[in-house]
């Protein structure tokens, strides 16, 4: 029965859609063309672009004869790339590919110049190697992605218009989604080096903050890691999947979180006694300041609550603006129980800090009227597994 190619192409388009994966979508076109078209043999060459060389990915076949994945491997002075690469094709033949029987008869042409005889030759030598009765080119705009290599018919018959055609379009679906799959890829890997980029100048930024603070060397740091542990175990409580988001948000906001005390002179923050009323409204405006400084980065608008509201109270009774139960943000709740942990645990001039066990203690007392509750239960929850 013949073959319904538009059927089968439209088939293949979809496939190419759903499966983002290059190496799983050629192998599934191989199989595939082997088994519907009954060829004894198919391969693909891909483009290595790190080598520039073509690799034999995959190969199947019918007859047994299967060339070893990895084996062949052609660099760019190899006949058939140079072929192809040079666009000679172009010159010779029309289809978009290339036909053992058509490229015998190419090479008898008078009007060939040296070069391209010599081009040909070892085409059709390589044909011969890989015992391909096709060759298959794909492109992205100029660049050669690879080459589907065929084998013969099983039944001896020559391959039809039809056939060609379908092998033409094919190819060039693969070779989209090749494409398609590699720039999918790069982008990935550039928003992954500018993230890390921004996740460490952040981390230079908060050292230099806590640099100013000689007391609580290394605070930033451990208000960090404690902030990121209770989301997750929040989250595990809870029975949701962690929000990446909201995590990321949490990590860049406790990183800043004292951001604003860059304005504040360090003979306050660092002052042994008591402070007075001027003093203690100066420290007790930098998570406005903290805001200011963040407003115009628009990527940091969800940190910058975290930001802001890190000294506002479960009962009212922070600031900056008295916020009271849930009206505080999440990302400021889990925060101000880290903060708060990390504040009592560490040595002031004027006082030694508590131990863990007491400040644990603390951090039950206070659940309900400073510190939202159901974050305190999660923060004990993680103190009782020894989580810090
Ligand atoms: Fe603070």
């Known amino acids: 029965m013949a073959i319904n190619y538009k059927k089968e192409l439209e088939g293949a388009a979809k496939t190419v859609i759903l499966v983002h994966k290059p190496d799983v979508l050629i192998r599934m076109i191989v199989r595939m063309i082997v088994r519907k078209v009954k060829v004894d043999h198919a391969g693909i060459l891909l483009h290595d672009r790190q080598r520039d060389t073509y690799v034999l990915t995959v190969s199947g076949g019918r007859t047994g004869l299967k060339i070893p994945k990895g084996f062949a ?30 490229a015998e008869k190419a090479l008898k042409r008078k009007d060939l110049n040296e070069e391209t005889r010599k081009i040909l030759k070892g085409l059709l030598y390589q044909m011969e190697i890989f015992d391909a009765a096709v060759c298959i080119p794909s492109y992205f705009r100029n660049d050669l992605l690879g080459i589907l290599l065929l084998g013969k018919k099983i039944n001896k018959s020559k391959f039809g218009k039809d056939e060609l055609e379908f ?13 398609n799959a590699q720039l999918f890829k790069e982008l990935e890997t550039e928003l992954t080096q500018k993230q890390q980029l921004f996740i460490n100048t952040t981390v230079a930024l908060a050292a230099a903050i806590d640099a100013k603070d000689h007391y609580t060397h290394g605070h930033t740091a451990r208000v960090t890691n404690l902030s990121l542990e209770i989301a997750k175990k929040l989250a595990q409580i809870n029975k949701k999947e962690l929000d990446e988001e909201f995590i990321e948000h949490l990590h860049i906001a406790s990183l800043l979180h004292d951001i604003g005390k860059i304005g504040i002179p360090e003979s306050i923050l660092n002052k ?76 002031r001039p004027y006082r030694k ?19 939202h509750p159901e974050i305190c239960e999660v923060f004990v929850q993680l103190y009782k597994e020894g989580k810090f």
Do not use: W
């Not at 000679?88 to 036909?99: A, F, M, P, Q, R």
């Not at 092998?167 to 494409?179: E, G, N, P, R, W």
């Open 73 to 102: 491997r052609m660099d760019a002075d190899n006949p058939l790339i140079k072929f192809f690469r040079n666009r000679i094709d172009k010159e010779i033949l029309s289809e978009g590919l290339i036909v053992y029987d058509s």
């Open 167 to 179: 092998f033409v379009a094919l190819t060039h679906d693969v070779a989209m989604a090749i494409k």
């Open 272 to 347: 042994d006694g008591a402070l007075n009323e001027l003093e203690k409204k100066l420290i007790m405006g930098h998570p406005d300041i903290g805001a200011v400084i963040l407003n115009p980065i628009k990527e940091l608008r969800e940190c910058i609550e975290g930001v802001k509201y890190h000294h506002e109270n479960y009962d009212g009774s922070g600031y900056p603006e008295g916020l009271k139960g849930e009206q505080i943000p999440l990302i400021a709740s889990i925060i101000s129980v880290a903060d708060t942990f990390d504040a009592m645990t560490t040595d």
């Open 353 to 371: 800090g508590l131990s863990k066990e007491e400040a644990v203690k603390e951090i039950e007392r206070v659940s309900g009227k400073q510190l």
